[in-house]
């Protein structure tokens, strides 16, 4: 009876322990998501920003919840892909800005000339947040927040003080659109990712970049001597998440990741609004010569630009259309 009352004590313990050994495994092993980002650098604001994202989560998730953060050029992965890398679910998190091969619709906000202010910009984006978030839903990802960095502005190794002197240069671009604008001046526009960008000045195969000083302006001003400040159009990012990834979170876990996104990724705008003042000034300062674009010239590449938004919405079907005719209602444009 012993033996017995033994065994089955002992099946019942090894029953127990097996049991729960699974469980306390899972608590225990934290889930590890791969953040990308485009951003070149961990100096600039929207790194800085997700520094903080990344530490809050795993404080409030208890460590259980691990964002790997890697900057643009770290991983085999093209600005340009970060959308589709996404949605196939290589990386959890994407903070997407060059979005629009995977998101054309999203171009609408890049229009050169069509969106010359803040405030018309925040109208924009309210305009615009349904149809991109719809555009990244049939792609398998959700938005949880968008940023933006001040206008792009032109930037030369070569002479660069009027819409005339863009003839003949080649600049780095970040859409099409931007391209477009170019080649309206006469410039060739060329896309290179963010890291290539200080090899591609120094070597010639680019003259200058369009950004804004809180942007390129900051960590590639050794190789840049103009700036030309004519707001061509801002850059807007993308926060977004796997969905499937996402949906096999913890429900506290996606409310804790969510919540700190949608609290700080705010603080990338302002942070950026900030310090294009400074930067600008410390540009100034180190000798850039700054050339502020006049009235006449912001009507002058408008008057070459309003045609094409109208041609670039209608290749792109009647959504887009319909999308761009409510954003130049709100601007007023």
Not at 75 to 89: E, S
Not at 168 to 174: E, L
Not at 313 to 320: C, H, Q, S, Y
Request: glycine share 8%.
């Amino acid at each position: 009876m012993t033996s017995i009352i033994t065994r089955r004590h002992a099946l019942g313990g090894l029953a127990a322990t097996t049991l729960a050994a699974p469980h306390v495994a899972r608590a225990q092993t934290p889930t590890t998501w791969t953040v990308y980002t485009y951003v070149p650098a961990a100096t600039l604001a929207p790194a800085r920003v997700m520094a903080e994202i990344i530490q809050r989560v795993a404080t409030e998730t208890k460590g259980q919840l691990v964002l790997k953060y890697h900057l643009g050029g770290a991983l085999t992965i093209k600005g340009t892909d970060i959308t589709q890398a996404l949605a196939d679910n290589v990386i959890q998190i994407g903070d997407d800005g060059f979005h629009q091969g995977n998101i054309p619709i999203a171009g609408i906000l890049r229009l050169p000339m069509l969106i010359t202010s803040i405030a018309e910009f925040e109208k924009a984006l309210a305009v615009m947040k349904p149809y991109v978030d719809k555009a990244y839903d049939k792609k398998g990802c959700s938005v949880l927040a968008t940023y933006y960095f001040p206008a792009q502005i032109a930037w030369s190794s070569k002479k660069l003080t009027s819409l005339a002197e863009f003839k003949g240069q080649k600049i780095r671009a970040s859409s099409a659109e931007q391209i477009e604008f170019l080649k309206r001046f006469g410039a060739s526009g060329l896309t290179v990712n963010g890291s290539d960008v200080p090899s591609a000045l120094d070597r010639g195969v680019v003259d200058g970049v369009l950004t804004a000083n809180a942007g390129g302006g900051k960590i590639w001003k050794d190789l840049l001597k103009y700036n030309y400040e004519i707001g061509i159009n801002y850059f807007e990012a993308n926060l977004a998440v796997n969905k499937e990834a996402f949906g096999k979170l913890p429900g506290e876990h996606r409310d804790i990741l969510r919540k700190a996104i949608v609290d700080l990724a705010p603080r990338m705008t302002t942070l950026l609004a900030a310090e294009e003042g400074e930067e600008k000034a410390k540009r100034k300062a180190e000798g850039m010569v700054q050339t502020t674009a006049s009235p006449a010239d912001y009507k002058e590449g408008a008057a070459k630009m309003v045609d094409y938004w109208d041609i670039w919405a209608k290749r792109f079907g009647t959504e887009t259309v319909e999308a761009l005719g409510k954003v130049r209602a709100a601007v007023g444009r």
